[in-house]
């Protein structure tokens, strides 16, 4: 039982990190005074979500594997989309 109960926790932080990540980059705003911080922030954040996903993954079962693929891709399009603004900045 208590490895179900920490592969779920796992789960749940994985989930919960990439939902502050994303909430971050939404309140981002290119031409604030503070974007150089809340880029920072939001690249630790982003790494950080990582490595919960990634911690997820070892325990996973294959419908949280999905969900864990899919928090992925969305961490990486956030930031394919920061890089591409910050080329223009």
């Not at 779920?8 to 705003?29: L, M, P, Y």
């Not at 005074?33 to 911690?55: F, M, T």
Request: aromatic share 8%; proline share 2%; charged share 25%.
């Amino acid at each position: 039982m208590p490895y179900n109960k920490d592969e779920q926790q796992a789960f749940q932080a994985a989930q919960q990190g990439t939902k502050e990540a994303v909430n971050i980059a939404s309140s981002i705003v290119a031409n604030d005074p503070d974007y150089a911080s809340q880029l920072k922030h939001l690249r630790k954040e982003v790494g950080e979500a990582y490595e919960q996903i990634q911690n997820a993954l070892e325990n996973a079962t294959e419908t949280q594997y999905d969900q864990l693929q899919k928090y992925e891709q969305d961490l990486r399009k956030i930031m394919q989309d920061v890089d591409g603004q910050d080329s223009f900045s």
